[in-house]
T-cell receptor, first 109, second 116 residues
């Protein structure tokens, strides 16, 4: 079993739709959680941290369920520019980042 | 503020040849990471430095890979000899001292290696 697992994708959705990404992690001692975005042939960039209370940044909402070891990212009113690969990342107690394989999102006009 | 700088951006070499990648982290970032990313996969950690000390190199294939960060600033990653399976994007990242546990890392633009 992988330490961080994500939906395999790709997700093909029409512009304006709501998209939900799911992620599970295996290490219950994990400390911090993030969503990164990676555009084609570019480096990963931090999209947002994920807090237990849930957090929102514009059209993006991230949630964490420590009991279920589950992380989610919701994108509302999706834009063409949201097309990218979304990577779920977990930081363990040694400050090491454990990466999911990513889910590719394709927004269609 | 300058970001993490990597060079070269692209490299094509024949198998069995050596290759080296260079990374200059963000000023003040004491932690430096080398990752390898294959197509359709997340980044895989190769080595992590705290200043000049390699604190985690458990996933570095030591028979052919080596890295150094002599002065605790910039770093080089070397492969000798390269194999076809080494074709990937090699990403460097840096992070500040352990203060904010929720701080993410900053990546360089990567070096895309193709071994033919």
């Amino acid at each position: 079993r992988k330490e961080v697992e994500q939906d395999p994708g790709p997700f093909n959705v029409p512009e304006g739709a709501t998209v939900a990404f799911n992620c599970t992690y295996s290490n219950s001692a994990s400390q911090s959680f993030f969503w990164y975005r990676q555009d084609c042939r570019k480096e990963p960039k931090l999209l947002m941290s994920v807090y237990s209370s849930g957090n929102e940044d514009g059209r993006f909402t991230a949630q964490l369920n420590r009991a279920s070891q589950y992380i989610s990212l919701l994108i509302r009113d999706s834009k063409l520019s949201d097309s990218a690969t979304y990577l779920c990342v977990v930081k363990d107690s040694n400050y090491q980042l454990i990466w999911g394989a990513g889910t590719k999102l394709i927004i269609k006009p | 503020e300058a970001g993490v700088v990597q060079s070269p951006r692209y490299k094509i070499i024949e198998k069995k040849q050596p290759v080296a990648f260079w990374c200059n982290p963000i000023s003040g970032h004491n932690t430096l990471y080398w990752y390898r990313q294959n197509l359709g996969q997340g980044p895989e950690l190769l080595i992590r430095y705290e200043n000049e000390e390699a604190v985690d190199d458990s996933q570095l294939p030591k028979d052919r890979f080596s890295a150094e960060r002599l002065k605790g600033v910039d770093s080089t990653l070397k492969i000798q000899p390269a194999e076809l399976g080494d074709s990937a994007v090699y990403l460097c990242a840096s992070s500040p001292p352990r203060g904010d546990p929720n701080y993410g890392y900053t990546f360089g633009s990567g070096t895309r290696l193709t071994v033919v």
